[in-house]
């Protein structure tokens, strides 16, 4: 009898010490349960993935993301849990089968809910709540159509990499899309550390630059023709041609003298010279104070190096520039002299001189045959 009631007593200690240690262990937990964590997540249009990135849990405490297709995130559909320190990871929505997952999870065309939270490394059921969540809409290949915060957000301010040395988002510029002149080009902001994706902004569109260039350059018989040019994108005005009627400086390759070019603008102003929109080194000219005007005379090596035809002088001043026009001409060919009729040519006949030459050949001979016949009879 003494034996059933002990028996009674202790099963009554087991049972209340049962219905106590709960609620002990939810106390003991209530003081220290961490803060909920703070979560950033990003996904470019028309890829599966989501990069997701949260501040860092403490000692004793991992993570667990959830997808959920409620924003009270009780019905999952794609969950997974990342041990500290890590504090980001990546989710591939296209392929539930990497996860755990209900059997048969597609998540094509759906709006999903995504969370993180703190769970305890040993305490199995004891977590924080959920940290702020983030709405996501897929696609028919359950690639990312949009993200967007869902609810409350963490501070902007607020940046969970570890990185950051004040806790603060550190903004940098990327542009996406360069202007032209005609459209407008999109640049976007994000944190130097976590990557969270900032407001895009418009970049206005540059406009046209025009600039007159030559169409067909000058000759000597003809003037030439100028056009408007956008300086960005090379695009022609319409209706701008206008005639070049100036006169063209000419000077011949082989010439010994410089070709000299003058400008209104004083010597004082005078910036540089360029020919055909390149700068000449200022070894290859000389420049002269003519009575309030500059005169620029190209050196004739430098002028051998133009190759032959038209050429723009362009003098640049602080003040402005003028353009002259340069006609290189070829050297003319040296034509060969032709032999004169009076002359001898080679094989023929070189007049008298020949025969006289014969002639004193044989009156030679003659005078030495007569000498030898006197020479004979003085002997006999």
């Not at 200690?13 to 220290?32: C, I, K, N, Q």
């Not at 860092?56 to 297709?69: A, I």
């Amino acid at each position: 009898m003494k034996n059933n009631r002990m028996l009674v007593c202790l099963l009554v200690l087991v049972f209340t010490l049962m219905a106590l240690l709960p609620g002990m262990t939810s106390e003991v937990f209530a003081e220290s349960m961490p803060t909920p964590p703070s979560l950033f997540a990003s996904g470019d249009v028309g890829d599966p993935h989501l990069f997701m990135q949260w501040s860092f849990p403490p000692d004793g405490w991992n993570t667990e993301w959830e997808v959920s297709l409620s924003t009270d995130m009780m019905n999952t559909a794609l969950c997974g849990e990342v041990t500290n320190p890590e504090n980001e990871t990546s989710v591939d929505f296209a392929r539930p089968e990497l996860y755990s997952s209900p059997p048969g999870t597609d998540l094509a065309n759906q709006t999903v809910y995504v969370g993180v939270r703190f769970i305890h490394a040993t305490e199995w059921g004891v977590h924080t709540d959920w940290s702020n969540l983030y709405e996501v809409i897929l696609d028919q290949d359950s690639n990312i159509e949009k993200v967007t915060p869902y609810g409350t957000s963490p501070p902007t301010s607020e940046c969970p990499s570890s990185d950051s040395p004040d806790g603060k988002h550190e903004w940098e510029t990327k542009v996406i899309k360069e202007p032209t002149c005609t459209e407008t080009g999109l640049k976007s902001t994000s944190c130097k550390y976590c990557k969270k994706q900032g407001p895009e902004e418009e970049i206005p569109a540059l406009g046209h630059k025009w600039e007159r260039k030559v169409k067909k350059m000058p000759t000597s018989t003809e003037p030439g023709v100028s056009v408007l040019v956008c300086g960005r994108c090379g695009l022609e005005k319409d209706d701008s041609e206008a005639p070049i009627e100036t006169e063209i400086q000419e000077w011949t390759k082989g010439t010994k003298s410089p070709a000299t070019f003058d400008s209104d603008t004083p010597s004082d102003d005078f910036s540089h010279v360029k020919v055909d929109d390149e700068i000449v080194d200022e070894s290859n000219y000389d420049v002269k104070d003519e009575e309030g005007s500059t005169t620029i005379s190209f050196n004739p090596e430098f002028l051998e190096t133009l190759p032959v035809g038209s050429h723009i002088v362009e003098i640049v001043s602080k003040t402005g520039s003028s353009s002259i026009y340069l006609l290189v001409i070829k050297e003319p060919d040296i034509e060969e002299t032709q032999p004169s009729d009076d002359l001898p040519k080679t094989g023929e006949s070189s007049g008298h001189y020949p025969w006289l030459a014969l002639m004193f050949f044989f009156a030679g001979g003659l005078i030495l045959l007569e000498r030898k016949k006197f020479m004979s009879k003085q002997r006999d």
